[in-house]
Structures are given as structure tokens and as C-alpha cells.
């Protein structure tokens, strides 16, 4: 008789806890739904194809509840090595914001689908199908694991920006595929440095085996890890691995440019944070520097590049949201840097809270834009004399992300950003920090005054959707505003 390689093989059999896995599994299977669904319904009846896939969002929302009123629980474990699938605060908090983003995405996207004749089939198999990627991310405790779930929300998210039939959109997926296909694969070149290094792809004794790792190994090891970080780098649309984003969010339907800067920014940055806090550990001042220069350098740039935007110019709206979007990642990368710096996971916090509230004001303006149906900046003079509600809510998201009142959460934000980086020892990027923040000032507020200006007084009408986004991320906005203490808790305690 052959001799079984594993002395035990019962000892392979593992039982798999359903319910922690429940949020990212019941999007993944309201994406099987809605796929052979749209084989049966014809016609008009395919407008069900969208209550499919918002009530398969709400399930894995709901799915959290049990999660959160319980303690941390994982799943896929090995006795040696750790588990590959765990929940705890750190993952609750990112699956909150993937699947409550996804949710908010495909509600402004179901007039956007029968307004522009996408086929709603594809559009809610490719978006769930991300969604459930996003939410398996941060739940996600070994390197295996965690470029799969990657990849799971990120190639859906290529076919969603090229539904739209036309060569703007085809263009925009071209560039955005090309572009993380590159990091993808240096990120896997990184991956394997780091196991033959290491002997193991759990991230937890990755960072047993690097304190421990002989001297000949460690420049292997340290090369596996700035390159491992590429790939995330990318999804957070960090510089230089920016470029894709503007040409993207234009040639994609408005509510895929909303899903991708803040459920695509959100993975990334989810991704981010495991590799550098617990896999990478040993080395974080090395990777704390890398990630602060990047963060002063992105915030910059985006900045920038949003300043130089002329309001007459074509889809100068969306232009301006997807470079406030990299300057927003900037910010958020500022904790992650003083985590390196700190030695500890403490100051994710700050990211964590600061993701959660850019993601509902930055998904609102999305919205509104769409609710208007404006590319240009100037397209939006007078929308208050027009339409005062649209306008009153674009102007409370645009002062949420540039931080002042009465966005109050916004500002309670980007506080907990600057203290992080403060508290770490890291002055000089809280300097860079709050100079962009002043520099956002200018096209934030220029777009607010514009709202409010002079213009055509001829009523215009918001569809339902629309309207129903519109108030949703409004009211979750002015809720954060007066009681933000429901996000920055979240700084006060251990996220892992």
C-alpha cells in the first residue's frame, strides 16, 4: 500500500464557519441569481434584474449584524500557520463600507442602466460579482487569498467601465486593464519573492519568519515586499500609479466612476493596510517612509491636477472628482505611514473612519452629478434657482470633502488624519497635509459658489432613483455631521 503523504488526512478537513463568510457569499450568489435570471425574463421584466441585485446587497449588509453583535470569528485555519479567513473590527468596518458603497452604486445606477440601454443582466452579475471580491478582501489573512480577492474585484470592474458602447468607454477600459495587469503582475512577482523568503503565505507568520529570516534572505525579502505593495498601491490610485484614473472615471457611466473611487479605493487600501500592519511589521519604517512620501506625493498631485481643471472644458465635473479622489487618497494613506512609524495597527483607525466618510460624501457628489446630468462645470451655474435641493446637497458634500462646516464630519476627519501623523512624529507630512487641504479649498468652494450663482431658472426633474440616492447619502451625511462619534470610535480601539 502507498503511504498517504499527510500522517493525518482527517486532519485536512476543515468545517467552515457560514456565517462569517455570509457577507461576500450572499453578494456572489445574488450575482449567480441575477445572471440566470436574466436568461428567463424578457423585456420589461428585466427591470426586476436591479430589485435582485439591491436586495442581495441589503441580505449582505444584514449579514454583518450577527458578525458585529458577536466576537471575532475565523475560518480556513492551519494549526501551524494561522487562518485565511478572519472577521473582526478591522474587516467588519471595510465589508461596512465595500458592500454599503455597492449598495448606494446600484441604487444611483438603476436609472443609468435603462437610461443609457446597458444590458442589466451583465451590469449586476460584474457588479456584485466586485462587490463580493471587495468584501472577501479584508477578510482575507494570507497572500494567496488576498491577490484572488483582488482580482475578484477588480476584473468585473474593467467590463463595467467598457458597457457603455462607445470608444470613450472602450478606451477608458483599455487603460484601466493595461495599468493593472502591470501592477498585478509585480505584485505577484513580490508575492513569490516574499515565500521563498518566508516558506509561507499567511500573513501573521510571514511576520514571524521575517524577524527570524538569515541575512542572505532579507534583501530578497525586502524586494518581495515594496513590490507586494505595488498592486495596492495602484487600486488606491496612489502616484504614479495614477494615471488610469481620470481617463476611467470619465469613459465609465457616472454611478462606476462613484463605485470605483470609493469600493475599488476602499480594497485597495484594505490590502494596504493588511501587508504593511501584520504581514510586513518587522520592516515599518522602511515602508512607513515609502508610504508617507507616496501619501504627500499623491495628495499633491491630485491637488494639483484638480486646480488646473477649466469649468468650460467637456466632463470637467467628473475630471475634477476623479483628481479630488487622488488627493483624497493621499489623506488616506497618511495613517498608514504612521503606523510604520508608531510600530503599531492603532493609527488605521484614523483610516478607517476617514474612508467610511469620504466614501458617503464622495458617492452623494457622484450622485448628484448624475441626478443633474451636467459634464461641464459651468453646466452647473445656478442649479439652485433650478433644482435647490440637488444643489443644496451637492454643496454639503463638496464642503465635507474639502472639511469645513457645516460638513462637520468632514473636518472631524481630516482631524484624525493630521493627529495620526502628528502622534507618529511624522510633522512634516501633517505640514504637507494641511497645505493641500487648503489648496482644495479653491475648486471645492469655486464649484459651491457656482451652485448658488446666477443662472437659467427653468425647473428641472430628478428621477426617482436619482432622488432616492440623493437622500440617502445625504441623510447618512448630516447624521455623521451631528453625531460623528458613529465613525471616529472606531480610532479609539484595536482594529485586529
Known sequence: MTPLAVADPGTLVQSVDWVAV??????????????????????????ALSWIALGGLTLALAALLPLALGDPRSTFCVTDSGCSYVVDHFTLAF???????????ALLSVHTVAADRLPGGEFWFLLLSSAAGAALLPASRDLATLVVALEVASLPAFALVALRRDG??????????????????VMLLGVSFVYAATGTLHLSAIADALTTAPAQLRHLAEAGAVLTLVGFAFKTAAVPFHFWVPDTYVGAPVPVAGYLS???????????ALVTTVAFRPYGHTWGLVLAVLAAVTMTAGNVAALRQRSAAPNSAVRLLAWSSVSQAGYLLVPLAAAGYAGSDRPVGATVAYA?????????????????GHSRLDDFQGLFARNRWTALALAF??????????????????????RAAVDAGLGWLAVVMAANVVVALSYYLAWTAKLFAAGESAPTRVPGPLRATLGLTAAVA???????????????????
Request: charged share 10%; net charge positive.
Open 22 to 47: 455570509a457577507p461576500p457569499l450572499v453578494a456572489a450568489l445574488a450575482g449567480l441569481v441575477v445572471l440566470v435570471a436574466d436568461l428567463f425574463l424578457k423585456g420589461s421584466r428585466k427591470k
Open 168 to 185: 470613450r468607454g472602450a478606451e477608458a477600459a483599455l487603460k484601466f486593464f493595461l495599468s493593472s495587469v502591470t501592477a498585478t503582475a
Open 478 to 496: 448630516v447624521v455623521l455631521s451631528v453625531a460623528p462619534q458613529l465613525v471616529l470610535q472606531v480610532v479609539s480601539g484595536s482594529l485586529f
Open 95 to 105: 465589508q461596512l463600507l465595500a458592500l454599503g458603497g455597492a449598495l448606494i452604486a
Open 262 to 272: 470609493v469600493v475599488g479605493k476602499a480594497a485597495g487600501l484594505a490590502g494596504l
Open 397 to 418: 458634500f463638496l464642503l465635507c470633502l474639502a472639511g469645513l462646516p457645516p460638513g462637520v464630519v468632514g473636518l472631524f476627519g481630516k482631524v484624525v488624519v493630521f
Open 356 to 372: 467610511l466618510v469620504y466614501g458617503v460624501v464622495n458617492l452623494g457628489a457622484f450622485a448628484a452629478v448624475a441626478a443633474t
